[in-house]
T-cell receptor, first 114, second 113 residues
Framework: KAGVTQTPRYLIKTRGQQVTLSCSPI?????VSWYQQTPGQGLQFLFE???????NKGNFPGRFSGRQFSNSRSEMNVSTLELGDSALYLC?????????????FGSGTRLTVV | SQQGEEDPQALSIQEGENATMNCSYK?????LQWYRQNSGRGLVHLIL?????REKHSGRLRVTLDTSKKSSSLLITASRAADTASYFC?????????????FGKGTKLTVNP
């Protein structure tokens, strides 16, 4: 079966712009989580969606938002980009909500803010 | 905030040798997971071990969990060059008991042919 698909793979944006990243989970998976990975902070949890509802949120400013559609596809949006938002953004899907089972990760979107 | 802390930060071994990576964490957990990441790509789930389990095997991987010491170890036996990657432990409890995967900073493993 197809894995978790993230688009685009690479993105270059200018400070102040906004960006939307997309994630298509494994077919049948209803939970989607987003993580930010940077060399300094490592992997940081952004949010989790399950059945179109945000179930959990990490400690990120309100510029970071997300949503999930009825087909479980998810998008995350970052507004007013800052240089520090440059990171690898990873999406993970799971059959059920929560962290009781392993996640399947996508290959990520590498965002560079200049 | 990091919950798990891997040790060592980097490990370099020869093909055929065993590699052991350790993870310590701070709060009580329901489960602990290990993931592998190849050079800037997505993470691959390796093993999940629940708090009532002490040891788990998957192929050449062996994971132990000691909840009294709040620590876990990942052993890769008979390593191969293809095992070169970063390995992360992740616990299922953030600060305040929030349910989310909290990753350590990882151990970078290099297996030399």
């Amino acid at each position: 079966k197809a894995g978790v698909t993230q688009t685009p793979r690479y993105l270059i944006k200018t400070r102040g712009q906004q960006v939307t990243l997309s994630c298509s989970p494994i077919s049948g998976h209803r939970s989607v989580s987003w993580y930010q990975q940077t060399p300094g902070q490592g992997l940081q949890f952004l949010f989790e969606y399950f059945s179109e509802t945000q179930r959990n949120k990490g400690n990120f400013p309100g510029r970071f938002s997300g949503r999930q559609f009825s087909n479980s596809r998810s998008e995350m949006n970052v507004s007013t980009l800052e240089l520090g938002d440059s990171a690898l953004y990873l999406c993970a899907s799971s059959l059920v909500a929560g962290v009781g089972y392993g996640y399947t990760f996508g290959s990520g979107t590498r965002l560079t803010v200049v | 905030s990091q919950q798990g802390e891997e040790d060592p930060q980097a490990l370099s071994i020869q093909e055929g040798e065993n590699a052991t990576m350790n993870c310590s964490y701070k709060t009580s957990i329901n489960n602990l997971q290990w993931y592998r990441q190849n050079s800037g790509r997505g993470l691959v789930h390796l093993i999940l071990i629940r708090s009532n389990e002490r040891e788990k095997h998957s192929g050449r991987l062996r994971v132990t969990l000691d909840t009294s010491k709040k620590s876990s170890s990942l052993l890769i036996t008979a390593s191969r060059a293809a095992d070169t990657a970063s390995y992360f432990c992740a616990t299922d409890k953030g600060q305040g008991g929030s349910e989310k995967l909290v990753f350590g900073k990882g151990t970078k493993l290099t297996v030399n042919p």
